[in-house]
C-alpha cells in the first residue's frame, strides 16, 4: 500500500466532492450536525476526520467512503444516476445487453 493521505489531502477532496454536489458548507455541515467552520476545518486539513465523521460526510455526499481513499473519481451527475438505476431496473438480461450494444455504436 502507498504512502497515507493527510488530512490535507483528504479535506481537498471534501471540498472537491462537496462542490461538485453543488453543496455550501453550510449545507454539507446542516447535513452532517456539525458547524460551516467545522466543515471549514475538514477541508483546510486543519481538524482530522474520525471515521464516523467520515462516513457521515460520505452518506451526505452520496458517495462511498473509498473515494476519499482512491483515485478521485467525479461523483455521477444526475442524468448519469438515472441512466444507471434505469438499466439496474431492466429484468431482462437480452434487453440489457440489447441496451449496451445500442450504447457501443
Do not use: W
Amino acid at each position: 500500500m502507498g504512502d497515507n493521505l493527510t488530512s490535507k489531502e483528504i479535506g481537498e477532496r471534501l471540498r472537491h466532492f462537496r462542490k461538485a454536489g453543488g453543496l455550501t458548507q453550510e449545507q454539507l455541515a446542516e447535513r452532517t450536525g456539525v458547524s460551516y467552520q467545522q466543515i471549514q476545518l475538514y477541508e483546510s486539513g486543519k481538524s482530522r476526520l474520525n471515521t464516523d465523521k467520515l462516513q457521515s460526510l460520505a452518506k451526505a455526499l452520496s458517495l462511498p467512503v473509498a473515494v476519499f481513499f482512491d483515485e478521485v473519481v467525479a461523483p455521477l451527475t444526475l442524468e448519469e444516476k438515472k441512466l444507471l438505476n434505469a438499466y439496474r431496473a431492466v429484468a431482462s438480461p437480452e434487453v440489457r445487453q440489447f441496451i449496451l450494444h445500442c450504447l457501443a455504436k
